[in-house]
């Protein structure tokens, strides 16, 4: 019976290796980055005007490119919370940079330490069906023997501690701080000999600030693309230098777009200001009336702004925007057309040459999407996606359960090389039991032959056995044989 117990202890180091030696050695790495104002087309811009992005051209060559459609507004909190909970801004509550909480009866500024304050990042509530990834990646962890850490070098809501819970490594907010900077701090955190993360984030802030301050009309925004991928190229090449960029993933993405003002509309050239009180910033003001003055500004505004603007009660807010169910939503929302600036009043106004948070099907609104590394397919260029599927995109390449959201995998697995980690997994199981199948098989055409030749020995020497001795002589062969094998399997140590 030895030779069972053989191919039992064997079964059990195969489907042990199989847990510990393929699959678990090593965490998935991701690396998220956000370039804040990153239009989808500034590259090939770029190209037009004579500026080279070698950087930027070889994550795209041998990777993914694609347009992303981001979420209505189309503002910096809002989508980049987007990206970071895989929900639309209805449903995890940051739902403009500058907005009114009736329950809270306070206004949210952006305010530095209104970066710790969870009631502003858990859509107002304890009972949030929402997760950002960078708790999701570390929770995933807690059961297994392998430990999983996020490090965020800024992202709008990193810093508040959500269900109680610290990520590993997370910084609080300077816009001060140079990109270099970032980049190797992130980098580093990978590396780092005590707590060393898995998932890493970046924000920087332009070309944000170039794009409203010149507008992307101007050739100079150009230069600070340029710039941004001579840093791309130095972190590469770090990334290179400790054995990391071939086996991480990368996504190098942004919140929104940019586009050129040509106008601006005075909310005191339609309706009598003082009726309301408003919140948000151009191109999208959250209105709330006065008492008893909602019939008032709604019918007069919409009356005498005509074409001039959108104006719509929460209630009637168009569908495709999923920008109705939350209560910081106010009862009337006001939106400019594309390239057209809000004031309150020609003494009351503040504006640039670029701006963005227009309807998010414009394409001047649309930022842009990389994914460079060993999950993702090489020079793919794939058609538009919404932003809330990169959290289910992140959950697969982190090889996490994807917590609630409002993406879909379905939309992004063309993506990836793999259709999903499950399906890495199963070709593991399939190859391991493949294996053990044929050393079970080797050893049973070995137990077969010695039981031949120990049936054929006793053939010669003995006249031929009845049915009494056949029984005998077939237990002494299964004797020989243990014997056999445990001489081997001595021999193997
Ligand atoms: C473009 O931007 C540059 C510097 O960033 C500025 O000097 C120049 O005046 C701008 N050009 C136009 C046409 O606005
Ligand atoms: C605007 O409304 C306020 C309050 O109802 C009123 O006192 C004021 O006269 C109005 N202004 C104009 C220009 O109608
Ligand atoms: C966020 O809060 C709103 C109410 O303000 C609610 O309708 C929505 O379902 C919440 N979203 C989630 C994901 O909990
Ligand atoms: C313009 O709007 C601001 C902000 O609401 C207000 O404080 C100011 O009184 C207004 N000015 C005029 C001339 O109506
Ligand atoms: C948003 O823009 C798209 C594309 O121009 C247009 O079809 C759609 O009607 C717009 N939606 C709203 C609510 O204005
Ligand atoms: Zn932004
Ligand atoms: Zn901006």
Same mark, same amino acid.
């Given at each position: 019976?030895?030779?069972?117990?053989?191919?039992?202890?064997?079964?059990?180091?195969?489907?042990?290796?199989?847990?510990?030696?393929?699959?678990?050695?090593?965490?998935?790495?991701?690396?998220?980055?956000?370039? *804040?104002?990153?239009?989808? *087309?500034?590259?090939?811009?770029?190209?037009?005007?004579?500026?080279?992005?070698?950087?930027?051209?070889?994550?795209?060559?041998?990777?993914?490119?694609?347009?992303?459609?981001?979420?209505?507004?189309?503002?910096?909190?809002?989508?980049?919370?987007?990206?970071?909970?895989?929900?639309?801004?209805?449903?995890?509550?940051?739902?403009?940079?500058?907005?009114?909480?009736?329950?809270? @009866? !306070?206004?949210?500024?952006?305010?530095?330490?209104?970066?710790?304050?969870?009631?502003?990042?858990?859509?107002?509530?304890?009972?949030?069906?929402?997760?950002?990834?960078?708790?999701?990646?570390?929770?995933?962890?807690?059961?297994?023997?392998?430990?999983?850490?996020?490090?965020?070098?800024?992202?709008?809501? $990193?810093?508040?501690?959500?269900?109680?819970?610290?990520?590993?490594?997370?910084?609080? %907010?300077?816009?001060?701080?140079?990109?270099?900077?970032?980049?190797?701090?992130?980098?580093?955190?990978?590396?780092?000999?005590?707590?060393?993360?898995?998932?890493?984030?970046?924000?920087?802030? !332009?070309?944000?600030?170039?794009?409203?301050?010149?507008?992307?009309?101007?050739?100079?925004? %150009?230069?600070?693309?340029?710039?941004?991928?001579?840093?791309?190229?130095?972190?590469?090449?770090?990334?290179?230098?400790?054995?990391?960029?071939?086996?991480?993933?990368?996504?190098?993405?942004?919140?929104?777009?940019?586009?050129?003002?040509?106008?601006?509309?005075?909310?005191?050239?339609?309706?009598?200001?003082?009726?309301?009180?408003?919140?948000?910033?151009?191109?999208?003001?959250?209105?709330?009336?006065?008492?008893?003055?909602?019939?008032?500004?709604? !019918?007069?505004? @919409?009356?005498?702004?005509?074409?001039?603007?959108?104006?719509?009660?929460?209630?009637?807010?168009?569908?495709?925007?999923?920008?109705?169910?939350?209560?910081?939503?106010?009862?009337?929302?006001?939106?400019?057309?594309?390239?057209?600036?809000?004031?309150?009043?020609?003494? $009351?106004?503040?504006?640039?040459?670029?701006?963005?948070? %227009?309807?998010?099907?414009?394409?001047?609104?649309?930022?842009?999407?990389?994914?460079?590394?060993?999950?993702?397919?090489?020079?793919? @260029?794939?058609?538009s996606f919404d932003n809330v599927d990169i959290y289910p995109l992140m959950c697969a390449l982190?090889?996490?359960?994807?917590? &609630?959201?409002?993406?879909?995998?379905?939309?992004? @697995?063309?993506?990836?090389?793999?259709?999903?980690?499950?399906?890495?997994?199963?070709?593991?199981?399939?190859?391991?039991?493949?294996?053990?199948?044929?050393?079970?098989?080797?050893?049973?055409?070995?137990?077969?032959?010695?039981?031949?030749?120990?049936?054929?020995?006793? &053939?010669?020497?003995?006249?031929?056995?009845?049915?009494?001795?056949?029984?005998?002589?077939?237990?002494?062969d299964i004797e020989g044989q243990s014997h056999l094998l445990t001489s081997e399997d001595e021999?193997?140590?």
């Open positions: 019976m030895r030779w069972k117990l053989s191919f039992l202890v064997l079964f059990y180091l195969g489907s042990h290796c199989l847990q510990n030696c393929v699959g678990h050695t090593e965490l998935p790495k991701l690396l998220l980055i956000s370039f *804040d104002g990153f239009r989808w *087309d500034y590259l090939d811009k770029a190209k037009s005007f004579g500026r080279h992005t070698p950087n930027f051209d070889l994550l795209i060559s041998n990777g993914v490119l694609a347009t992303v459609k981001n979420t209505f507004i189309t503002k910096t909190f809002p989508n980049h919370y987007t990206i970071a909970t895989g929900l639309y801004e209805e449903n995890h509550g940051v739902i403009a940079n500058n907005m009114y909480d009736p329950v809270f @009866k !306070e206004v949210f500024t952006n305010q530095p330490e209104q970066s710790y304050e969870v009631k502003w990042w858990n859509n107002g509530t304890d009972a949030w069906l929402g997760e950002p990834i960078w708790f999701a990646n570390e929770r995933a962890g807690l059961s297994s023997p392998l430990k999983r850490r996020s490090g965020v070098y800024f992202w709008p809501g $990193s810093e508040a501690p959500i269900g109680g819970h610290h990520i590993t490594h997370v910084k609080t %907010y300077k816009s001060s701080v140079p990109l270099a900077e970032r980049m190797d701090q992130v980098v580093n955190w990978f590396q780092d000999e005590e707590a060393p993360i898995n998932f890493g984030v970046l924000y920087y802030e !332009e070309p944000d600030s170039a794009g409203h301050r010149i507008g992307p009309k101007n050739e100079s925004i %150009y230069d600070v693309i340029v710039d941004i991928d001579d840093h791309l190229g130095n972190m590469i090449k770090k990334l290179q230098s400790v054995g990391l960029f071939d086996n991480i993933n990368i996504i190098v993405t942004s919140d929104h777009g940019m586009v050129e003002i040509v106008g601006i509309k005075y909310l005191s050239d339609y309706v009598n200001t003082s009726w309301f009180e408003y919140y948000g910033s151009s191109p999208v003001l959250n209105l709330l009336p006065k008492p008893g003055r909602l019939h008032d500004v709604y !019918e007069t505004l @919409k009356k005498a702004a005509g074409s001039n603007l959108h104006v719509y009660l929460k209630e009637d807010i168009p569908a495709e925007y999923h920008y109705s169910y939350n209560r910081r939503i106010q009862p009337i929302v006001v939106s400019a057309p594309e390239g057209y600036d809000i004031c309150i009043n020609k003494s $009351s106004c503040y504006t640039e040459k670029g701006n963005h948070g %227009y309807n998010n099907s414009l394409t001047s609104m649309h930022p842009i999407f990389i994914g460079h590394g060993p999950a993702f397919k090489h020079g793919y @260029k794939s058609a982190l090889n996490i359960e994807a917590p &609630h959201n409002d993406g879909n995998m379905d939309h992004v @697995k063309h993506l990836l090389v793999k259709l999903d980690n499950s399906s890495v997994t199963l070709l593991t199981y399939v190859i391991a039991i493949a294996f053990v199948a044929t050393i079970a098989g080797v050893m049973m055409v070995a137990a077969l032959r010695v039981q031949h030749y120990q049936r054929h020995r006793h &053939h010669l020497l003995k006249t031929p056995p009845h049915m009494n001795s056949i029984f005998v002589h077939e237990q002494t021999e193997g140590h």
